[in-house]
């Protein structure tokens, strides 16, 4: 068969990040584009020094950072600044992955970590779709605890992304986290030995 590609996703505060956590300890290769879209500009990168180049050192903070709301506001104001963004950050990512994906076994299970997987219907992509569900409650009361937000902000967080109905339609597993973390990795176990098996 080769490589299985899935692809997982879930709504804010709905625990996909442990769920990757889980699956990268059962041996699967997690690609996470934010983590690696953030690597890509660290300091003493290429990329870091074109973005530099391209919007000046006022989008550094003082230790040599990007300064990432700073640029947000650019970018956010400028459609074709943002494009110059992307066009610095996006080949990047894509090389990156290239390399990760390179040196993964030819059998491996490689998990895309894509937040809007379903909101940009990217379900074609990948072989498996896999979906964390939790109930609304559930991921407004984690949302305020994480991100330290109220109650308003994170239901308008949880609201402006795709409604779990469609987020469940489609998925080929869906992970049910209305349970505690022991039921969460007993889950995500059950759902690595399918993966492998597909793989």
Known sequence: M???????????????SEVSGCLAAHGALVIDADQIAREVVEPGTPGLDEVV?????????????????????????DRE???RLNGIVHP????????????APPDAV???????LVENELQAMYDVVVVVDTPEDAQIQRVMTNRDMTEEQ???????????????????????????????????ADVWERLRKRA
């Open 154 to 188: 994170a239901r308008a967080r949880v609201r402006a992304q795709a409604p779990r109905e469609r987020r469940r339609a489609a998925a080929d597993i869906v992970i049910d986290n209305s349970g505690g973390l022991d039921d969460l990795s007993r889950q995500v």
């Open 53 to 77: 180049a391209e919007f000046g050192t006022d989008v550094l903070t003082p230790e040599g950072t990007l300064d990432r709301p700073k640029l947000g506001e650019i970018v956010f104001a």
């Open 2 to 16: 080769g490589m299985l590609r899935v692809g997982l996703t879930g709504g804010i505060g709905s625990g996909k």
């Open 81 to 83: 600044r943002l494009e």
């Open 110 to 116: 490689v998990v895309y970590d894509v937040p809007l």
């Open 92 to 103: 990047r990512v894509g090389e990156r992955t290239e390399e990760l994906m390179e040196q």
